[in-house]
């Protein structure tokens, strides 16, 4: 079975991991401030994602994010194909909605193309390289660990509830 395949059955994956793995991040260590913000039902469940608007990997993995529930998704924008898509995204009036009806719907007019603000492009492309991701999207779990490329709905909630089950036995420790 794949490592993904392990982790779906709530298996752990093989030991065999690459030695160029990057180590996990701490995950309340990123500056989510720079990241979209989507929150659906008790958002207790936690994931960053690192996407790019232009990628249609990207836009593969939105309807599976649209799909879970008591979730919350931070999504840093990188402009590994150009900065113009992921600057009019987040200088639109309402950046979250924007985002989802490019990402779902191909509708770019709550985008604000030639606008200028202060925005997290730069920042986000420099955190993109000090975690070692070279492409989109990269998903980082509550307990750190990372996901390279695109996953299904299944996957995403069974590492979300291997996250989860993570955290609850990290609380009852002594």
Request: aromatic share 6%.
């Amino acid at each position: 079975l794949t490592a993904a395949r392990l982790v779906q059955h709530g298996a752990a994956p093989p030991a065999e991991q690459p030695t160029d793995q990057p180590a996990p991040v701490v995950f309340d260590s990123l500056p989510l401030d720079d990241a979209l913000k989507t929150v659906r039902g008790n958002g207790q469940r936690r994931l960053v994602v690192f996407s790019d608007p232009v990628c249609i990997y990207c836009r593969r993995l939105e309807p599976e994010l649209a799909g879970l529930d008591n979730v919350t998704v931070y999504t840093f924008l990188l402009p590994f194909q150009g900065e113009a898509r992921p600057i009019a995204i987040w200088c639109a009036a309402d950046r979250v909605r924007a985002w989802h009806r490019w990402m779902l719907d191909g509708d770019a007019s709550a985008l604000a193309p030639g606008a200028s603000c202060n925005h997290p492009i730069a920042r986000n492309l420099a955190l993109a390289r000090r975690l070692g991701v070279q492409g989109t999207p990269t998903l980082f779990w509550a307990d750190g660990r990372r996901t390279d490329g695109f996953v299904g709905r299944a996957v995403l909630e069974a590492q979300l509830a291997a996250t989860g089950s993570a955290s609850a036995t990290a609380r009852e420790r002594p």
